[in-house]
């Protein structure tokens, strides 16, 4: 079985980090173990809502040393400045002697944990491995993920039925995760699309985009046309993950 660690808390709130670590300069080596084929959440952006997430991760390890645990991790600057609340590492699936490929998993927990608003962003991605008598060998990688908070959006779109030719009326509201609250709040100026599928269609067609008011809602008008389903969708940004509404269906008589 693999080893699951969860991040210890030291005094002033700090956290703690791997055994021994200081710091990461880019392209370090401490020797004793290289690292590749690392691979964080498939290399998509990392959404987090106001629930634990659990991202996966994968590498491969190369050492003649007999070691503890390894894992990759997020940072900013060096390890002092680091994002994880549990890792979990699997076995090592021997390649060849020495050569070892790893399954990781990586949560992330705000209602656990506290979590900085302005941790959404850019960090980048290191490696490291602890050996038997307390040394240890951290890579930074050279790679960069975004860790981003969870968008939200609803939609009402009315009347219901509504007469060919009329007005159709599309209201909703984007919000974003607050980590700090650990609750959904407004995410004004966002510019939404709002987008329709025919009914017996496979896809939907953006057909208007508008921005959302300061407190995050949208309204916007249309021509009844035919009948088929509404909704929003946004896009998201470098710290706010993309989102789409649900559908809302309306009958064209």
Not at 2 to 23: I, L, N
Request: glycine residues 10%; aromatic residues 10%.
């Amino acid at each position: 079985m693999g080893k699951k660690v969860w991040r210890a808390v030291v005094a002033g709130g700090a956290a703690a980090v791997f055994t021994g670590v200081a710091a990461v300069p880019a392209g370090a080596a401490e020797g004793g173990a290289s690292f590749s084929r690392v691979q964080v959440n498939g290399g998509k952006p990392i959404v987090i809502g106001v629930k634990e997430a659990a991202v996966p991760a994968s590498f491969r390890m190369a050492t003649t040393r007999t070691w503890k645990w390894p894992a990759v991790f997020l940072y900013r600057g060096n390890t002092d400045d680091s994002l994880w609340h549990a890792i979990e590492t699997s076995d090592c699936h021997e390649v060849s002697p020495g050569v070892c490929d790893f399954n990781e998993t990586m949560y992330f927990d705000p209602t656990e944990w506290d979590m900085r608003n302005s941790e959404a962003g850019a960090w980048k991605v290191a490696a490291q491995v602890s050996f038997n008598g307390g040394d240890s060998d951290t890579d930074a990688k050279g790679l960069t993920t975004y860790v981003k908070r969870a968008s939200r959006l609803s939609v009402n779109a009315t009347p219901e039925p509504v007469s060919k030719g009329r007005t159709i009326t599309v209201t909703g509201k984007v919000t974003r995760a607050n980590w700090e609250t650990k609750k959904y709040a407004s995410y004004g100026s966002r510019l939404v699309s709002l987008q329709f599928k025919p009914s017996g269609a496979t896809s939907y067609t953006t057909v208007k985009k508008v921005h959302a008011g300061s407190s995050g809602g949208l309204r916007t008008t249309v021509k009844a046309s035919k009948t088929g389903a509404w909704r929003w969708a946004y896009y998201g940004n470098t710290t706010t993950g993309p989102s789409t509404s649900a559908a809302d269906s309306v009958v064209v008589r």
